[in-house]
């Protein structure tokens, strides 16, 4: 029978030659110069590997600072994914400067609360600070990612099939580490060789989302010109509507309610 | 373990559905940017509400009762419900059509205004909790 530790070593293997495999496609496509972010966030993971590897095999390396080390590097990566999230949303909305203002406001709103309320679980305590921080650091980004992706399909803005794919993997990633660090390693410490394989699996989900999308990848996906109005335009009509709507909103309400009188 | 913590898990996986939710393509395609103003333009269905109102009444068939004819008032008043509710979804069609044209016109719009989308978020939302 396959031993935990042996599966997880496998993981780890598998992880680094997707994430190499990623590496070679983004350049190849040329993808490294329009997604440089991402592209960073690939070699800072592929590092984090290494380094991790380095760390294991140091047999005098002693507690803290082996904590103080792999925590550091997972800070980093976790800031870079972020930086990727802003570019991605940056892809997404900016060709459309009104909505990108207001998208920007409330994506930030959204990521400042989420955190705000990660770390008040910390209670002053600074391993937990760093912990929890990484931990609300993901939320805020998967709540960044949905919130943007509805806010792109009320307003039918399009979603390229690669950007789609990022926000899908790092979105899977990021809620899959919420719930792993928070439920399952606490709840069933027993099984965290498990638990920490199956963080694996899901960015080995990640990576195979991101390889599929990449290596279909089309330069055609990024050329967008939308038309413009004016603001004042967009005031005078905008304001029409809203009464509009507001006037049918109250009919409407009327009709059903007579509606469902009569029923 | 404490119930904040509870309630980020929750937030996690509700966050995994509005994902897959918010990957679905939309019911309905967008209308062609020129079509906005033309739909603007077009005669408005709110405008026969009082008609329709008017219909709906009791008391404008009831002399149909009075004068023997109950079964005719069924069946005018089963007719005029049937049209009402026709007139019903023209009403809701007139509603996503402007919610449409509003969506078109922020996205073109190089600055738009934060409490008028969030009131339409809001008219969008109440709209379709019902249906």
Not at chain 1, 52 to 72: E, H, M
Not at chain 2, 19 to 24: D, E, Q, T, V
Not at chain 2, 53 to 62: F, G, I, S, V, Y
Request: with cysteine.
């Amino acid at each position: 029978m396959v031993e935990p530790l042996q599966l997880q070593t496998a993981a780890w293997a598998l992880t680094t030659a997707l994430e190499l495999s990623l590496f070679v496609q983004l350049l190849r496509r040329k993808l490294a110069r329009i997604y440089p972010f991402f592209f960073a966030y690939l070699l800072s993971a592929i590092l984090q590997s290494a380094g991790s590897a380095a760390l294991y095999r140091d047999p005098n390396i002693d507690k803290l600072t082996f904590w103080k080390i792999a925590w550091g590097m997972q800070g980093l990566v976790v800031t870079i994914r972020a930086l990727t999230l802003v570019e991605l949303n940056r892809k997404v909305l900016s060709p459309y400067i009104g909505i990108w203002a207001l998208g920007r406001r409330l994506l930030l709103g959204v990521a400042a609360v989420v955190i705000v309320y990660d770390l008040l679980l910390s209670k002053g305590q600074w391993q937990w600070l760093v912990m929890n921080g990484v931990r609300g650091l993901e939320l805020a980004m998967a709540a960044v990612i949905v919130s943007m992706l509805l806010f792109a399909r009320y307003y039918r803005i399009p979603v390229s099939p690669l950007q789609r794919a990022l926000a899908v993997g790092l979105c899977l990633y990021s809620t899959f580490y919420v719930i792993n660090y928070s439920l399952l390693e606490k709840v069933l410490r027993q099984y965290a060789v498990l638990w920490n394989f199956l963080g694996l699996f899901a960015f080995i989900a990640s990576l195979l989302v991101w390889i599929g999308a990449v290596r279909r990848y089309t330069a055609v996906e990024e050329v967008r010109v939308p038309q413009t109005i004016p603001a004042e335009l967009y005031g005078t009509i905008s304001s029409e509507v809203n009464v509009r709507l507001i006037l049918l909103n109250r009919q409407l309400m009327q009709l059903l309610h007579l509606e469902n009188r009569g029923q | 373990m404490s119930l904040p913590v509870i309630f980020l898990v929750l937030f996690a996986i509700l966050l995994v559905v509005l994902l897959s939710w918010a990957l679905r393509p939309p019911a309905r395609e967008p209308r062609p940017a020129l079509d906005v103003f033309e739909a603007l333009r077009q005669s408005r269905h709110s405008s026969r509400m009082s008609h329709i109102l008017q219909a709906l009444e009791p008391d404008d068939t009831e002399f149909l009762r009075s004068s023997g004819h109950a079964a005719l008032m069924q069946t005018i008043r089963r007719q005029r419900r049937a049209i009402a509710l026709s007139y019903l979804q023209q009403l809701q069609d007139e509603f996503e059509m402007l919610l449409e044209i509003s969506r078109l016109l922020a996205v073109m719009s190089p600055e738009v205004m934060a409490m008028e989308e969030l009131e339409r978020w809001k008219l969008s939302l109440r709209q379709t909790a019902p249906s």
